[in-house]
T-cell receptor, first 115, second 113 residues
Framework: GAGVSQSPSNKVTEKGKDVELRCDPI?????LYWYRQRLGQGLEFLIY????????KSGLPSDRFSAERTGESVSTLTIQRTQQEDSAVYLC?????????????FGPGTRLTVT | AQSVTQLDSQVPVFEEAPVELRCNYS??????LFWYVQYPNQGLQLLLK??????LVKGINGFEAEFNKSQTSFHLRKPSVHISDTAEYFC???????????FGTGTKLQVIP
């Protein structure tokens, strides 16, 4: 596709359930980021993938959160035993990730509501 | 570690007035700097970026930013704002190469008619 896509666009789940969010980056982009944006707040970094390097997981808020990426393509963010404080928009972004900074291209986000 | 500070969480300004959104960063090495904009109910998009060269960078929609190494700042300016500029603006920094990008907490610009 032409841009970063994310699915689902909206997800409502009950507290305690597991959810899986998907991100399809732009083809050829080696870098992929996940962010969380709570209502009225800024971007909270979660995890960063760069090529085949070990991901930077320093932003994951707890061990209930995990993410995987298959090569340089699709990534999934999994939240286990969801809590109400997990309600937020989860944004994915990709970039070329080469030498010299390149801009990030953001997906539309997945709005997660935990009831 | 690098970090970004956006001191102003909200900035109200009257239409056609000038505006400056402040951004300060901390890093012990050379950095690349970005401003992103998020319009209401839309995704983030790049407004402008500084990689090297001229310290005055021009972006889309009449915005510009000036890189000041001595003050470690990258403030965003527009001489005359429009209602359509109402959005949230995020400053970001990277060491470049394969280093991750760090975002500030954002500044909400509210343009008053």
């Amino acid at each position: 596709g032409a841009g970063v896509s994310q699915s689902p666009s909206n997800k409502v789940t009950e507290k305690g359930k597991d959810v899986e969010l998907r991100c399809d980056p732009i083809s050829g982009h080696t870098a992929l980021y996940w962010y969380r944006q709570r209502l009225g707040q800024g971007l909270e970094f979660l995890i960063y993938f760069q090529g085949n390097s070990a991901p930077d997981k320093s932003g994951l808020p707890s061990d209930r959160f995990s993410a995987e990426r298959t090569g340089e393509s699709v990534s999934t963010l999994t939240i286990q035993r969801t809590q109400q404080e997990d309600s937020a928009v989860y944004l994915c972004a990709s970039s070329l990730g080469g030498q010299g900074a390149t801009e990030q291209y953001f997906g539309p986000g997945t709005r997660l509501t935990v009831t | 570690a690098q970090s970004v500070t956006q001191l102003d969480s909200q900035v109200p300004v009257f239409e056609e007035a000038p505006v400056e959104l402040r951004c300060n960063y901390s890093s012990s090495v050379s950095v690349y700097l970005f401003w992103y904009v998020q319009y209401p109910n839309q995704g983030l998009q790049l407004l402008l970026k500084y990689l090297s060269g001229s310290t005055l960078v021009k972006g889309i929609n009449g915005f510009e930013a000036e890189f000041n190494k001595s003050q470690t700042s990258f403030h965003l300016r527009k001489p005359s704002v429009h209602i359509s500029d109402t959005a949230e603006y995020f400053c970001a920094v990277s060491k470049g190469g394969y280093q991750k990008v760090t975002f500030g907490t954002g500044t909400k610009l509210q343009v008053i008619p």
